[in-house]
């Protein structure tokens, strides 16, 4: 409660003294200010929601790649310990009549034409392997080539082998790798 000059009493409430001194100072933010920095803090969310949804896209592709050179790796070295030519001399491409299963192939060009397809990835011992690797097929092939290596001087028999592995988006990696015929 104040007195004026009159000597009767003002009763002003403290709502409205802080609303004079509000109107007097006049602070805050004006509309065009409040729209301006929504619209920068839009830019600013969605340049960071690019980065971070590019950078998990990475992240997956690099995953893909890595398990599919797995699968690949696993198979190409499943096949280079076998012995090049088959015991009884045969140079047949694929598995010979009483090879049906991969545990039964004895050299390398009996994966000739193998294919693993998806949800049945498995070892040598037919055991699955981790359901990562269940979106995945693989196939290899097997061919005699003569290749020129000038660094060794000379041309070299062998045998070329290519494994593919395929994913669910079908996009696809190769490992290829050649095997000299050994030296009689």
């Known amino acids: ?76 070295e499943e096949i280079t310990v076998l012995a090049y030519v088959d015991s009884d001399g045969s140079v047949a491409l694929g598995p010979e009549g009483d090879e049906n299963d991969r545990g039964d192939f004895d050299n390398l060009d009996d994966y000739h034409g193998y294919i693993q397809s998806s949800a049945g990835i498995s070892d040598i011992h037919n055991h699955l392997l981790p359901e990562v690797y269940q979106s995945y097929s693989r196939e290899a092939s097997v061919e005699y080539v003569t290749v020129s290596i000038p660094q060794l001087g000379g041309d070299y028999e062998g045998v070329l082998i290519s494994i593919t592995v395929i994913n669910k988006d079908l996009r696809n990696w190769s490992l290829k790798r050649f095997v000299p015929k050994p030296v009689e």
Do not use: C
Not at 28 to 50: C, K, R
């Open 1 to 76: 409660m104040k007195e004026n000059e009159s000597g009767e009493i003002n009763h002003i409430s403290g709502l409205q003294q802080k609303n004079k001194k509000m109107d007097q100072n006049e602070w805050g933010f004006t509309l065009p200010e409040v729209l301006l920095a929504s619209v920068i803090l839009a830019f600013v969310v969605a340049a960071l929601t690019q980065a971070i949804v590019s950078g998990q896209m990475q992240t997956y592709n690099a995953l893909q790649e890595k398990r599919a050179m797995e699968l690949a790796e696993s198979l190409m």
